[in-house]
């Protein structure tokens, strides 16, 4: 009997664009994430080099050295990346460097960045007229020095066309699987993020800012935030909170909005969003359910918020983000 050859599996090609003083997460989270891409035997991989200006060893930020390739010199390949990090202000300062940068990103099919990698990205003039995200520490000073940017302050990724942004740090990992999911579907995108143990795959709409990070980070508030952790699902008001801090509440809302950044109604909502992510993402329970539990009573409350944060309705983000997809 005749056997049929095997096909063979295709390959997408990736350079990762390195320079001294970019950040190893940057560079390690997307490599990472189109590796394990290949371990899933899908019939698909990535192929990717890690490159820099000259070749040879780099030295990241925090000491660590990875040896680099040369980058290509006529090639075409799928998709380039430009990780962030304290010396991509040197980097962008090089002319060599911004040249062989926008040379590779005419010959890529796909430009992303992660976290302050824009700035090498709109040093080339690439991101002129289009939308996009960084750090968001970052985000004042890419909109004053690239004044041409849409600089967008909240979102973990954005795509314009054939560019990606990211946010900082592991939003390069939600960055790659977004990529991934484009070009191999979410089935694929969601097995990628359990085998990396990614708690949950994040959709370029989602806040970079967490709220209860920000609660728990400010020592003053701590308390509160144990209690709002424990009584979300009660009708709270802001005099409620005050109470509870033991401060009337105009000193609690000067203090509060100085000290989070945000107000004590805007950070309420923000820590019922993300109750209400969790209980999406993770059970089955109704709608109607994850409105009571997470605190906004109503499903219409709930679909009202979801819409304004998210621009999708808390069924259609269960359907993007659920366990089962």
């Known amino acids: 009997m005749t056997q049929l050859p095997q096909s ?69 390949f799928d998709t380039l990346v430009i990780p962030g990090g304290p010396g991509v202000h040197a980097a962008r300062r090089s002319p060599d460097i911004v040249r062989q940068v926008a040379d590779l990103a005419r010959r890529a099919e796909r430009v992303c960045s992660v976290c302050t990698g824009a700035f090498l990205l709109a040093q080339t003039g690439l991101l002129n007229g289009r939308k996009a995200a960084t750090h968001w520490r970052a985000c004042a000073a ?26 900082g740090v592991t939003a390069g990992i939600d960055l790659a699987l ?16 359990r085998r990396l143990v990614v708690y949950m795959r994040r959709a370029g709409g989602q806040a970079q800012f967490s709220t209860p990070l920000a609660l728990q980070s400010a020592d003053s508030f701590g308390p509160l935030f144990d209690w709002l952790d424990r009584n979300l699902h009660r009708s709270l008001k802001v005099t409620d909170l005050a109470d509870e801090a033991g401060m009337s509440p105009r000193t609690f809302i000067r203090h509060f909005t100085d000290r989070i950044g945000m107000t004590p109604g805007k950070a309420l909502e923000g820590l019922r969003l993300e109750r209400a992510q969790s209980l999406l993402s993770g059970t089955s329970m109704s709608l109607s359910e994850v409105a009571r539990r997470a605190g906004f009573g109503r499903e219409e409350r709930l679909r009202n918020a979801f819409v304004r944060q998210f621009a999708v309705g808390p069924a259609q983000w269960r359907q993007s983000f659920g366990e089962t997809n």
């Not at 997408?12 to 001294?20: K, P, T, W």
């Not at 698909?44 to 060893?57: I, K, L, T, W």
């Not at 991934?180 to 993020?193: K, P, T």
Request: with cysteine.
């Open 8 to 76: 063979r599996p295709v390959t997408r090609r990736v350079l990762i664009f390195v320079y001294e003083g970019a950040q190893p997460i940057d560079v390690s989270g997307p490599l990472q994430t189109f590796d394990t891409a290949g371990e899933l035997a899908i019939g698909e991989r990535y192929e990717c080099r890690v490159v820099s200006s000259e070749g040879g060893a780099v030295r990241l930020q925090s000491g660590l050295t990875v040896l680099t390739q040369s980058p290509p010199a006529r090639a075409r």
């Open 142 to 167: 890419l909109s004053r020095e690239f004044p041409e940017v849409h600089v967008q302050p909240d979102p973990i990724w954005v795509q314009d066309g054939r560019v990606w942004t990211s946010a």
């Open 178 to 193: 977004a990529m991934v999911e484009a070009d191999l579907g979410s089935a694929v995108a969601a097995q990628i993020a």
